[in-house]
């Protein structure tokens, strides 16, 4: 069965910290991995990992995904009360299905 | 738990047909329902939030004549894409949550999406 585990599911920080995210994965023929943050209404894409290895920027947050241990982390430097939101990790398998993880809520106060 | 699925994964239609796709949760019960249309660039855009029992909230510019969603029970809301054309072709995710309204969008589970190929 497809499954996508997100930890942690809760965090809070406070501005200025740097949050690691993690997600892994087990999934019947791997095609992606994806992130999201989610606020209020629809998840807005981050980032997209489809080769081990390679880290992905934007900002002040990055991505990287490890194939072998089936498994993304999402870092995020210099935190902000903006970035407090719900991310979303899902994984895209066979049949371009999606399966979402749980979602881990970040909240960063001042 | 917490599962949501979604029927049917894939569809092909020819333009001018309607295609229905039915969101379920499996194991609890759905107060809220949130239909998403994937984009280019991964991009996910909330189409509407429907509530058990009540009518649809469409975002502005969705048609809601266009994209008939039912939410008739706790664990089932459909979404009928009426007349499709080529330009409807797209992935549609839907969410569940039992804590109903858009606050509680970290109780959202996702449906596995299905994709819709309109000729």
């Known amino acids: 069965e497809d499954k996508v585990v997100q930890s942690p599911l809760s965090l809070v920080v406070h501005e200025g910290d740097t949050v690691t995210l993690n997600c892994s994965y087990e999934?019947?023929?791997?095609?992606?991995l994806l992130w999201y943050k989610q606020e209020k209404k629809a998840p807005t894409f981050l980032f997209m990992l489809?080769?081990?290895?390679i880290e992905k920027k934007s900002g002040r947050l990055s991505s990287i995904l490890d194939k072998k241990e089936l498994f993304s982390i999402l870092n995020i430097t210099a935190t902000q009360t903006g970035d407090s939101a719900v991310y979303l990790c899902?994984?895209?398998?066979?049949?371009?299905?999606?399966?979402f993880g749980p979602g881990t809520r970040l909240s960063v106060l001042p | 738990g917490a599962v949501v699925s979604q029927h049917p994964s894939w569809v092909i239609c020819k333009s001018g047909t309607s295609v229905k796709i039915e969101c379920r949760s499996l194991d609890f019960q759905a107060t809220t329902m949130f239909w998403y249309r994937q984009f280019p660039k991964q991009s996910l855009m909330l189409m509407a939030t429907s509530n058990e029992g009540s009518k649809a909230t469409y975002e502005q510019g969705v048609e809601k004549d266009k994209f008939l969603i039912n939410h008739a029970s706790l664990t089932l809301s459909t979404l009928t894409v009426t007349s499709a054309h080529p330009e409807d072709s797209s992935f549609y995710i839907c969410?569940?949550?039992?804590?109903?309204?858009?606050?509680?969008?970290?109780?959202?589970?996702f449906g596995p999406g299905t994709r819709l190929t309109v000729l």
């Open positions: 899902a994984v895209v398998g066979y049949g371009q299905n999606f399966v």
């Open positions: 489809t080769s081990s290895g």
């Open positions: 969410s569940a949550t039992d804590a109903g309204g858009v606050s509680s969008y970290n109780e959202q589970f």
């Open positions: 999934v019947t023929n791997f095609r992606s």
